[in-house]
């Protein structure tokens, strides 16, 4: 095809072992250093700063500099939906890199993807609002009811504040471990830092893990059932 959207590049800028690397750790919603980046990829700095700037050229990446350094994160909601859409891929076709022990368990159950809750929690958290009808979906859209909105209200979430903003206030966001929805965009994102405000989970520092008290836990039972 001549015309239209080339989408060969972007694959071959997401398609290298490093800069996928890269990508997955920006998958936390955290701003990283190439520093930072370098030691998630396995590359030295210099290589990383070469990926780097290939990726904020094809625009998957922006910089923020701060001082002395340049923080990196991903460059929109739609970067991270194709990449939890390509993780979802890669792991209905067999494509998984093993690593074992407890933290696996952990990243299914409930883990950050670009900053909303994703995980086993994630997913269920998703079918309680549909059942619910908090949320509607059809075909790829995801709306917010009346309901909703005085549920996330009630919840603690000032809905009216995040529909101001530029991004999306609910998405679709297929799980790779679940291979089921969860909840994207700033309504997504406002949960789970709710979530965090309560006390009921916090984020591991070094992984993508949202680790839930058994307190949290019991609350988010008791909320979503």
């Not at 883990?111 to 997913?123: D, F, I, K, Q």
């Not at 836990?217 to 059932?225: H, I, L, S, T, W």
């Amino acid at each position: 095809m001549k015309e239209g959207p080339d989408i060969a590049s972007i694959a071959a800028l997401i398609g290298d072992p490093a800069r996928a690397n890269i990508l997955t750790a920006l998958m936390s919603g955290k701003a990283l250093t190439a520093t930072e980046l370098a030691g998630e990829a396995g590359v030295t700095p210099q290589t990383a700063s070469a990926h780097l700037a290939k990726l904020d050229a094809g625009g998957l990446l922006k910089a923020d500099k701060q001082g002395r350094h340049k923080y990196f994160a991903l460059a929109s909601d739609d970067v991270a939906g194709v990449l939890e859409g390509l993780m979802g891929l890669a792991a209905s076709s067999g494509h998984l890199r093993t690593r074992t022990g407890p933290k696996d368990a952990a990243l299914r159950k409930a883990r950050v993807c670009y900053s909303h809750l994703a995980g086993e929690m994630g997913t269920r958290m998703f079918d309680h609002m549909i059942a619910h009808r908090l949320l509607i979906q059809g075909g790829g859209d995801v709306a917010l009811t009346d309901a909703g909105t005085a549920f996330a209200t009630e919840f603690g979430i000032d809905v009216a504040q995040l529909n101001r903003q530029k991004a999306p206030l609910c998405k679709a966001c297929l799980d790779w471990s679940e291979r089921r929805t969860h909840l994207a965009g700033s309504l997504g994102r406002a949960m789970l830092a709710r979530m965090e405000e309560l006390g009921w989970a916090t984020r591991d520092q070094k992984t993508r893990i949202v680790a839930f008290k058994k307190t949290g836990e019991a609350a988010f039972e008791g909320v979503f059932g």
